[in-house]
Nanobody, 126 residues
Framework: QVHVLESGGGLVQAGGSLRLSCAAS????????MGWFRQAPGKERDFVAA????????AYKDSVKGRFTISRDNAKNTVNLQMNSLKPEDTAVYYC???????????????????WGQGTQVTVSS
């Protein structure tokens, strides 16, 4: 059984930083591309960032480029999202998701992701 669990959310002032972590189990982690999505109240769940399973190729939503960094540790089955220069519009529930196995290209389409965590709340105050 696959489990995906996010941690690290919280309340931060605008301009601050947070680091989200995601731990996955029950799958061959290096075979899965991993993504972060977010959902603000009353809005669709949107793509934030993704990273391939073995090469570490990354992709980002335009509005977070230069501020957020996704990384992974295949030895620990974890993926992280370092968020700097946070803005109030970054406020959302952040979800970690796994896409695979063995997909060669990164996807920003949430329907391509097979396994999801429960989400962690990030609130950025102005």
């Amino acid at each position: 059984q696959v489990h995906v669990l996010e941690s690290g959310g919280g309340l931060v002032q605008a301009g601050g930083s947070l680091r989200l972590s995601c731990a996955a189990s029950g799958l061959t982690f290096r075979w899965y591309n991993m993504g972060w999505f977010r959902q603000a109240p009353g809005k669709e769940r949107d793509f934030v960032a993704a990273i391939t399973g073995s090469t570490g190729t990354t992709a980002y939503k335009d509005s977070v480029k230069g501020r957020f960094t996704i990384s992974r540790d295949n030895a620990k089955n974890t993926v992280n999202l370092q968020m700097n220069s946070l803005k109030p519009e970054d406020t959302a529930v952040y979800y970690c998701a796994a896409d695979g196995p063995r997909r060669w290209e990164l996807s920003s389409d949430k329907s391509d992701y097979d396994y999801w965590g429960q989400g962690t709340q990030v609130t950025v105050s102005s």
